[in-house]
């Protein structure tokens, strides 16, 4: 069974740093590519950004230059760190990764860790 946990979320002034943690388990983690998603109250969910399995990343336009994505393979995790936060960064984090078993897609998400910045 895929499970994904997230932990990190908080409140933090416009400027401050944090960073958000994912375990995951019931996968073979090292082959996955990793997503972090956020929803702000009233908007849709969107990416903010994702790493393969062979550590390249790619992030949202919004947060380039200020988050960073990584792993730690041997603790099956997945990191975001968050840098001049803003208070347009407010929204509830989610991790996600999509498996595919016999030809069909499978998204699991983790329950999401809340990050509010303060102006």
């Known amino acids: 069974q895929v499970q994904l946990v997230e932990s990190g979320g908080g409140l933090v002034q416009t400027g401050g740093s944090l960073r958000l943690s994912c375990a995951a388990s019931?996968?073979?983690?090292?082959?996955?590519?990793m997503d972090w998603y956020r929803q702000a109250p009233g908007k849709q969910r969107e990416l903010v950004g994702r790493i393969t399995s062979g550590g390249s990343t790619n992030y949202a336009d919004c947060v380039k230059g200020r988050f960073a994505i990584n792993t730690d393979n041997a603790k099956d995790t997945v990191f975001l760190q968050m840098s001049n936060l803003e208070p347009e960064d407010t929204a509830v984090y989610y991790c996600h990764l999509q498996r595919w078993n016999l030809g069909r897609p499978y998204d699991y998400w983790g329950q999401g860790t809340l990050v509010t910045v303060s102006s």
């Open positions: 019931g996968i073979i983690f090292s082959t996955m590519t």
